[in-house]
């Protein structure tokens, strides 16, 4: 095995942008955002709606639609156990045969992803199958087996029922049966819970974490959830207004937040661990989509402002804390014997 391909991240995220361009003016939907994805680790990336989540994670395996979606700068090295490549400047062909196989994705809304009129043993099947992982009985046997592996009772049964013939919470379960049917590096999991009924959500999670350590996958975690992501990520990605505003272990962003809106964040939450606690409760309204954005996106919002903030972006820096904690705000910067969300 080639040691230096172990070294680094499994994923470096650069300054990634991604606009559409739509009838009403271009949307800045992601202004730059950069983080890392170490192997084994879950990293739970938070905000509110419309910050960016989706779409900066999304179009690393060009599921943004294009058009109106168009990648505008940035660079996304995937470390892979087979080679080194940006994922942004991959042929179609050559994502299709990325997508699906070495990063996998599991969505809100499995019953949109799945084909109403295929059988579900049969769509994992067909993945086996165009990944050329294995075929015929062979590709049966495995499906049967993922099915049980994802905790479907009955798998031998199961694999001829219909979408529809399962609950939500099961059809979330066949869903991520497809997603780590050939083994990938890495699962995207956009919002997996969001849908399902609180006691569902939590057995949801709890199956991802327990692949995730069986299987050794890095997992990307989008979520509203801060109960949830306290619980499940290794390292936390916060977004606001399409940037990324503050990254570090999920220990320090929790304990020791350092941009305003992770405070303030965290101020919405009464109490971690606790479900459900959506992101709604700081004043004031996200930034305009259509402003390229001069200033520090939180500026508006934000109780520490000061000139500066309204006059330059600030970058994402190293706070000195800890080893890969960085915080984008002036504030925390310039004056840091007051910064927010000091320990007292
Ligand atoms: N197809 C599209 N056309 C135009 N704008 C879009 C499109 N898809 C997303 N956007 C815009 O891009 C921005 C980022 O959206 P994104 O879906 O990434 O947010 P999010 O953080 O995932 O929000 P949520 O928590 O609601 O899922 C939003 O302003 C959204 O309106
Ligand atoms: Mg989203």
Redesign the pocket.
């Known amino acids: 095995m080639n040691q230096m391909q172990d070294t680094g991240p499994l994923l470096s995220v650069r300054n990634l942008a ?1 606009q ?1 361009n ?1 009838v009403d003016g271009i ?1 800045h ?2 202004n730059g955002i950069s983080f890392d994805l170490f192997r084994g680790e879950t990293l739970g990336v938070v ?10 994670m ?1 179009s690393l395996v060009r599921l ?2 294009e058009p ?2 168009e990648v505008t700068d940035g660079s996304a090295l995937f470390r892979g156990t087979h080679e080194t490549v940006d994922l942004l400047k991959l042929s179609w062909r050559e994502m299709a045969a990325v997508r699906g196989r070495r990063i996998g994705f599991v969505f ?1 809304d499995p019953l949109s992803s799945l084909n109403p009129l295929i059988s579900v043993g049969k769509q994992i099947r067909e993945v086996l199958e165009r990944h050329n992982r294995a075929r015929g009985k062979a590709a049966k046997r495995r499906s049967i087996e993922l099915l049980a592996l994802v905790g479907i009772p009955d798998p031998e049964k199961r694999y001829y029922s219909y979408p529809h013939e399962f609950s939500g919470g099961m059809r979330q379960r066949v869903m991520i049966a497809i997603a780590i049917a050939c083994d990938p590096e890495v699962i995207i999991a ?2 997996p819970t969001t849908a399902l009924d609180v006691t569902i959500q939590a057995q949801i999670v709890d199956l991802l974490v327990r692949l995730k350590r069986e299987l050794g996958i890095s997992v990307i975690w ?1 979520s ?1 959830d801060l109960g949830v992501v306290a619980g499940i990520a290794d390292r936390v990605l916060v ?1 606001y207004g ?1 940037t990324a505003v503050e990254t570090g272990t999920a220990e320090t962003v929790y304990q020791h937040p350092r941009h305003p809106y992770t405070v303030g964040l965290l101020g919405a939450v009464p109490k971690l661990h606790e479900h459900n606690e959506r992101l709604v409760n700081i004043e004031g309204r996200p930034p305009s ?1 259509y402003s390229r954005l001069e200033q520090c996106p939180f500026a508006p919002r934000c109780p520490w402002a000061f000139e500066r903030c309204t006059q330059q972006r600030p970058p994402l820096l190293p706070t000195g804390r800890d080893e890969g904690h960085s915080s984008a705000c002036w504030y925390d910067l310039e004056l840091n014997e007051r910064r927010p969300g000091r320990s007292t």
């Open positions: 991604v559409f739509t949307v939907a992601v905000g509110e709606s419309g910050s960016g989540k989706s779409v900066s999304l943004v639609p109106p979606g809100q956009d919002e989008i509203h977004m399409g989509v």
